[in-house]
């Protein structure tokens, strides 16, 4: 899951800023956006489906922690962000009950607070009694670790912000 979020979705979502040094075409920004997307979809449930099973073969209760309730809610706002993503990209699936454009609007912000949910769920994974059980003694740089969840959740805001500014400047 962590794959899927902290590498995967975040480029995912970068690959769509205008702001690129490659020029490529917009509709090949979209393919790319929902293969990755997909792959993101199919990391997160892949990463869930494991550890839930690790945790029925080692007699454990599910969704005990901080942790791991922040990672089922951005897993489900994750499968929930996909169908808006197809409702976005088919704007013919909601034209009775919602105007593309606030298809699109709504896509990009739940895209930017369900990776920052997700961002969160990272963090609060470096803190987890597993990871400081495996990590901490030998390896003092992993708390350089937690600092890069909040910055790409910042840089993501921002771009999510930025694409809304060309609507602004039409007023």
Not at 12 to 21: N, V
Not at 33 to 39: C, Y
Not at 137 to 162: C, H, R, T, Y
């Amino acid at each position: 899951m962590c794959l899927a979020y902290g590498l995967v979705m975040y480029e995912a979502i970068l690959i769509l800023s205008r702001q690129q040094i490659l020029h490529i075409k917009w509709s090949t920004k979209l393919t790319t956006h929902w293969i990755l997307q997909g792959t993101v979809v199919l990391l997160a449930t892949v990463g869930f489906l494991v550890i839930y099973q690790s945790k029925i073969s080692k007699g454990k209760n599910h969704f005990e922690t901080l942790h791991a309730k922040l990672g089922l809610a951005t897993l489900i706002a994750t499968l929930v962000q996909a169908v808006g993503g197809l409702c976005a990209k088919y704007p013919k699936l909601m034209k009775k009950q919602l105007r593309p454009l606030t298809v699109k609007t709504l896509h990009r912000l739940a895209a930017c607070i369900t990776f920052n949910l997700g961002c969160i769920s990272l963090i609060t994974g470096l803190f987890s009694n597993w990871f400081l059980d495996q990590m901490a003694d030998s390896n003092p740089w992993w708390k350089g670790l937690a600092a890069l969840p909040p910055v790409m959740g910042v840089i993501i805001v921002l771009q999510v912000l930025k694409s809304f500014l060309p609507y602004f400047k039409k007023k």
